[in-house]
């Protein structure tokens, strides 16, 4: 097994009875600075991760030149992504009702103000669970 992902195994250790909730730190960042915002959310399942990393690239809709960075609860980083990329997948979801991607198409066409989708008010498309980082 390569290191990157013995790494990726011990961070997205399987949820049990005993810790059915892990904390896990995201970070807004411009390269080379320290980190804007930082908050912490309880996720149920490591699943949630990416969906979460998706909600705040397109709360930021930036031009590239932020960062998102994700830290486990044991504080290793488990994903830096940049917001582009985090927006560019929203884009290539293949789900047709997918949230994201709805609030995605209305930003860029200007359609009235954007709806705050805080993590825990939306519920991302199925394909999106499948397809996050820590599928299963």
Same mark, same amino acid.
């Given at each position: ?12 250790r ?5 810790n ?10 411009r390269?080379?600075?320290a980190?804007?915002?930082?908050? *912490?959310?309880?996720l149920?399942?490591?699943?949630? =991760?990416?969906?979460? %990393?998706? /909600?705040i690239?397109?709360? !930021?809709?930036?031009n590239?030149?932020l960062?998102?960075? *994700?830290k ?6 488990? =994903?830096?992504?940049? %917001?582009? /990329?985090?927006?560019n997948? !929203? ?11 709805h609030e995605?198409?209305?930003?860029v066409?200007?359609?009235?103000h954007?709806?705050a989708?805080?993590a825990g008010d ?10 996050s980082?820590?599928?299963?």
């Amino acid at each position: 097994m390569s290191n990157r992902a013995a790494e990726r195994q011990r961070a997205f250790r399987p949820l049990t009875e005993e810790n059915p909730m892990s904390c896990f730190t995201f970070e807004i960042f411009r390269a080379g600075e320290a980190p804007r915002v930082s908050y *912490v959310r309880r996720l149920s399942d490591d699943q949630e =991760i990416w969906p979460e %990393v998706e /909600t705040i690239a397109l709360l !930021i809709n930036d031009n590239g030149r932020l960062f998102i960075r *994700v830290k486990n609860p044991a504080r290793e980083t488990i =994903i830096r992504t940049g %917001v582009a /990329t985090a927006l560019n997948s !929203i884009k290539e979801c293949s789900c047709i009702a997918c949230p994201l991607k709805h609030e995605l198409e209305r930003k860029v066409m200007g359609v009235g103000h954007t709806v705050a989708l805080l993590a825990g008010d939306r519920r991302p498309c199925d394909r999106r669970n499948r397809l996050s980082i820590g599928e299963r």
